[in-house]
């Protein structure tokens, strides 16, 4: 019965590592820019979140539309003055760019809010539910269940309207697809938004569940990295279903070993898989 | 003048100065800063050979530099050795170390190779952490002192001289040797470098097994002057970032810029440390976002464009 715990928890994780997961997957796709500024633009959701709650007694669960809708607003901006001068560069000048705007965000939150953890005290999400011997938290569900419908919202978004065949063709072939009258600079800061947003919204998400510091979103951006491959490069539903399988990996990992050494299996999967199967476990393109 | 005292009086005024200082500035404080402004042009010197030379953009240098300073203390406190004896025991392990996490990063590419060398260097962290009865774990242990007082400022200043000279000496043999041609050839294009009969599996090996080596050895000196390791202190990802934005934003694929980049990056967060608290961070991401913008090839192509226009400062600049 642990066993299945395990795994339904890793799988309540997983809900949002697929979130965080399709964000950078989008990014990658379609404009072939490794976001290290990821899990930093996550830290914001959840101070964004946190004061929110804190300050106006917004409740993340259904103000979270809100955050995103800054994110992606402040991702835009950072698109247009930043991130449009190194695409097509290198992707050494690209990491280095993403990281530095990384550590000028982290560093900005360190000045603004300070080092210390923050944590919010919502009564729904502290609820445990179960059945038989099984027990959640009604925060995990209620983040998990948020989550996988954005994935699900974001995959119709990208599938059934213009903008979404748009984005698709930018991914396919950035060359040909302003011959078919795209907008690609238009498309490309729209994604960075998208894809910064899903990042904001996951970090929202997680708040009531987790705590909030300005270093916090760090090992995320790495996870978010390990999901992109695994569900192969670019592709956002293989990023959802990679996103599920390291949440079951990391609580697999949990019970079955120790606690501290979750994080160890990201990066050992990251190396096995990019070594062995680099085209990710479920082949594919976005 | 003859062509080599031309060519070498800038140098050797250089080694001149700094190997002096002690003798001349008796302000403890910046001795100190001095200190950090020469071991991190060593690291800078050392990551250059990869991620400027070469082009392998390494997030994972903090590996060797933390193998260098748990060697040197673990070894006077588990087996009781001499501190110079464990400082040696670092530099085989980082070298060891390296071959291993450099056979399996190196088959990778771009962006893949950036973030599997900061895997790396996060699964040794974690390693390091967990291993309470060995290393301590996440609280960290006292570092041994490499040098005992008197004057124990001077004694660690004139100590990372020679590793700074002999780093600076690979560097320039680099710069002009048929080994850093193909280590550029790598960088411009691996495909290119590899049909002109260029093995970069090899040359990326040979360019970081010194890097590591060095990394390590200024990781031990760094550790004993501050008499601490611990891994949030000697094994976190700011140092790798720092060390690769040092060469980066002085002029990586140079001889000088690591040090130029040195100075700057030291001194500039140095000064905002004083007015605020926890401002490096920013600092450090605000320098390299306007050096990848407005300076890819670094602040020494400000002055190199000067004196030789005609040269074209390439993405990653390309000339001493």
Known sequence: MAWVQAFLNGLLVGGVYALIASGMALIFGVMRLVNFAHGAFLMVGTYLSYYGWVLLGLNPYWAFPLWGAVLFAAAVGIYWLLVRRVMGANDFLQILLTEGISLALIGLAQLVFGADYRQIN???????????????????????????????????????????????????????????????????????????????????????????????GGPYTLKSFVIVVLGGMGSVQGAALGGLLLGIAEQFTAYAWADRYAEVVNFVIFILVLLFRPQGLFGGKA | ?????????????????????????????????????????????????????????????????????????????????????????????????????????????????????????????????????????????????????PDIDAKFFWGVIPLLAAAFALSTWIHNSRFGYRLRAIRENENTAMAVGVNPAVDKLLALLPSAVFTSLAGSIYASYFSFVGPDTVLTIEISVQVALIAMLGGAATVWGPILGSVVLTLTSEIFKTYFEHTHLVVYGLLLIVVVIFLPGGVISLFTRRWSFRRQVGPIGAQQ
Request: with cysteine; hydrophobic share 55%; glycine share 10%.
């Open chain 1, 122 to 216: 919502l009564p729904i999400a502290n609820r445990i539910t179960g059945f038989g011997s099984l027990h959640f938290s009604v925060g995990y569900i209620l983040s998990f269940a948020v989550s996988v419908a954005l994935v699900i919202a974001l995959r119709q978004f990208l599938r059934r309207t213009e903008m979404g065949r748009a984005i698709r063709a930018v991914a396919q072939n950035r060359a040909v697809a302003p011959l078919m009258g795209i907008r690609v600079e238009r498309v490309s800061a729209i994604t960075f938004g998208l894809g910064i947003a899903c990042a904001g919204v996951a970090g929202a998400l997680l708040l009531p569940i987790f705590w909030t510091n300005p270093t916090v």
């Open chain 2, 1 to 149: 003048m003859t062509p080599l005292v031309r060519r070498w009086w800038p140098t050797a005024l250089f080694f001149a100065v700094i190997t002096s200082m002690p003798l001349w500035i008796h302000d403890g404080y910046v001795l100190q800063l001095i200190f950090r402004v020469l071991v991190f042009a060593v690291l800078g010197m050392a990551w250059n050979f990869v991620g400027g030379y070469a082009g392998q953009l390494s997030l994972g240098h903090v590996a060797y530099f933390g193998i260098g300073a748990y060697a040197m203390t673990l070894s006077v406190e588990r087996i009781g050795w001499n501190p110079w004896i464990g400082v040696l025991l670092g530099a085989v392990l980082a070298a060891l170390a390296a071959l291993i996490i450099g056979s399996i990063t190196f088959r990778l590419r771009g962006p893949y190779f950036a973030l599997s060398t900061l895997a790396a260097a996060e699964i040794i962290r974690v390693l390091v952490q967990n291993q309470d009865e060995l290393t301590h774990g996440a609280v960290g242990t006292n570092a041994p002192l490499l040098f005992k007082a």
